[in-house]
C-alpha cells in the first residue's frame, strides 16, 4: 500500500526529472506552475533581494508568476518594503507559512495591510522557501485562496522548489528576467474549462466530475469573470490562448 | 594537490590520514556538535572506514587542509545502515560503480578563502569528479543539507534526490545521487577554473578497483 509520503516522494521526485529536462525558462515555469497548482497554489514567484549602498535591501525578482494585477499593485505601491514574508525570508533560511511571517499587526499596521490586501487579491495562504545561493538571497513564494499543508506536503514543496531554482539559475543565470506566468484560474476551474473544450456540456461534466451541475455553474461562471470573457465560448478560447488549459 | 590513498598505498600517509581523522574531529564533533562522532581519542572514525575505503587528502606543505572519502555501496555503508529511510522512494543505489561520498571536510583556517571561484572547494569537488571518471565509478551517493544541492548544481554536479527531505536538528537533509562521466568532468572544470588534473596517485598502480 503506498503511503502519503511515498505518493508526495514520487510526485517530488517525478517533478525533479521532468525539470531535468527543461530547456527554457517559460516552460520551467510552466512545468512549476503546474504542480504548485495540484497543492493549490495559483502564483508564486522566485524572488531575489539584494543589499545596496546604505544597506537597504531591494528586490530583484528574477522570474514571477503573481498575477499582472497584483504585481501592478505591489510595485506601485512600494509594498516590498513592508512585507513582512519579504523581510522574513531574508532573515531566515527555514521555509515558513505566510501566516507564520512574523509581525506586530499594532505596530506595524502597514505589514498587517499588506498580508490583507494580497488575500484581497487572491494570495490567502501561502508558503515561502528562502534559498541562499554564493551570491544572493532568494526566495520561492507560492500562494493562493486555499491551501492544505501537510508535513509531507512542504517537504514535497522544499524539494521541488530547490530544483526548480536551481534550474532556473542555470537557464537564466544572474540575469533579472522576468518570465511572466499568470495563471489565474483554480485547478478546478481549470479542470472544468479543459472538459468544455472537449465540447462536453455543463450536464456531462457534472456526471463525469461527480459534482452537481450548480457546481459546475459557478467553476465556469467564475472562470469566465477571471478571463475577462464576455461569455463561457470566449471564455474557452481565452483559456486556450493563455495556456490556461491545453488542447 | 589532491592525494589518492587507498588500502595500496596507505603506508605512505599514516601521518596525512591520522591528521586527517584528527581534523574531522575538530570539525563534525568539535564545530558542528554532532556528538555521537566524539571519541576519546580525538578522531573521529567510525565503522566505515575500512581497507575498502579510499580518501582524497588535500595536502599543501605537508600538512592537510582538506579530505573526504568514497565507501563501497556493495558493502555496508552510512546511508545502507543508518539512513536508508531517506531513500525509500527511489531506493538506494547498490552497485560496484558505484561509490558513498561522505565526510567532506575543509580546515577551518582554509574555509573563507576555500570558497572562491578555483579554490580548494571546487579543486575537490574536481578531483572527486576526476576520480570518479578515472576509475569507472558511474556515480556516488551522498547525505547532504539541501542548501548545498544549489551550489553543487551551479558547478555541474546534476544532484538526483533519492527521496523526500528530512529534518535534522535545524535543516533539511537529502539522499541523493550524482552521475558521474566525461561530460560532467568537462562542466565541472570549466565552472570551476580548473585547467587539467588536480589529483596525484602515489604509489598507485592504475588498478580499477571495479571488475571492469
Known amino acids: 500500500m503506498t503511503t502519503p509520503a511515498e505518493t508526495y516522494g514520487r510526485l517530488a521526485l517525478q517533478a525533479t526529472d521532468d525539470f531535468e529536462k527543461v530547456t527554457s525558462p517559460a516552460a520551467l515555469m510552466e512545468r512549476v506552475a503546474r504542480i504548485l497548482g495540484t497543492f493549490g497554489y495559483t502564483q508564486f514567484i522566485f524572488g531575489r533581494t539584494k543589499v545596496i549602498e546604505g544597506g537597504k535591501i531591494v528586490p530583484v525578482t528574477f522570474i514571477h508568476g503573481w498575477s499582472p494585477a497584483w504585481r501592478k499593485h505591489y510595485v506601485e505601491n512600494k509594498l516590498f518594503d513592508h512585507d513582512p514574508v519579504a523581510l522574513q525570508a531574508h532573515k531566515s533560511l527555514t521555509p515558513f507559512e505566510w501566516s507564520e511571517a512574523p509581525y506586530d499587526p499594532e505596530q506595524n499596521p502597514r505589514a498587517a495591510a499588506v498580508m490583507n490586501v494580497a488575500s484581497e487579491f487572491g494570495l490567502r495562504q501561502g508558503y515561502a522557501i528562502p534559498i541562499a545561493t554564493d551570491h544572493t538571497s532568494d526566495v520561492v513564494s507560492m500562494a493562493g485562496e486555499q491551501v492544505d499543508l501537510d508535513a509531507e506536503a512542504k517537504r514535497t514543496l522544499i524539494l521541488i522548489s530547490y530544483y526548480a531554482h536551481a534550474k532556473a539559475i542555470g537557464l537564466v543565470g544572474n540575469r533579472p528576467i522576468s518570465v511572466e506566468y499568470d495563471r489565474v484560474l483554480t485547478p478546478a476551474e481549470r479542470e472544468t474549462m479543459s472538459w468544455l473544450a472537449a465540447g462536453k456540456t455543463t450536464w456531462e461534466i457534472s456526471v463525469i466530475l461527480h459534482l452537481s451541475e450548480a457546481a459546475i455553474f459557478k467553476r465556469i461562471n467564475s472562470a469566465t469573470r477571471k478571463l475577462n470573457a464576455m461569455n463561457r465560448t470566449h471564455a474557452v478560447a481565452r483559456a486556450l490562448i493563455t495556456k490556461e488549459i491545453t488542447p | ?212
Open chain 2, 1 to 212: 594537490m589532491i592525494h589518492v590513498v587507498t588500502a595500496e598505498n596507505r603506508h605512505l600517509y599514516e601521518r596525512q590520514l591520522d591528521d586527517a581523522f584528527r581534523l574531522r574531529h575538530d570539525i563534525y564533533v568539535g564545530e558542528r556538535k554532532w556528538e555521537a562522532l566524539r571519541r576519546s581519542d580525538d578522531r573521529e572514525i567510525d565503522q566505515f572506514d575500512t581497507d575498502d575505503t579510499i580518501y582524497h587528502l588535500a595536502i599543501e606543505d605537508g600538512q592537510v587542509v582538506g579530505g573526504s572519502r568514497f565507501c563501497p555501496t556493495t558493502r555496508p555503508h552510512l546511508l545502507s545502515e543508518l539512513f536508508a529511510h531517506m531513500a525509500t522512494v527511489r531506493g538506494l543505489p547498490t552497485s560496484p560503480t558505484i561509490y558513498e561520498h561522505t565526510r567532506l571536510f575543509i580546515r577551518k583556517d582554509r574555509r573563507e578563502e576555500s570558497r572562491k571561484r578555483g579554490g580548494l572547494a571546487d579543486q575537490m569537488r574536481a578531483g572527486i569528479t576526476e576520480y570518479c571518471v578515472d576509475e569507472g565509478i558511474s556515480s556516488i551517493t551522498l547525505l547532504i543539507e539541501l542548501f548545498r544541492m544549489t551550489h553543487m548544481y551551479s558547478i555541474g554536479w546534476k544532484v538526483r534526490p533519492l527521496g523526500l527531505p528530512e529534518r535534522v536538528e535545524n535543516e533539511f537533509w537529502i539522499a541523493a545521487e550524482v552521475p558521474m562521466d566525461y561530460e560532467t568532468l568537462v562542466n565541472v572544470r570549466q565552472n570551476c577554473h580548473i585547467e587539467g588534473r588536480v589529483l596525484v596517485h602515489e604509489g598507485l598502480h592504475g588498478r580499477r578497483i571495479h571488475a571492469a
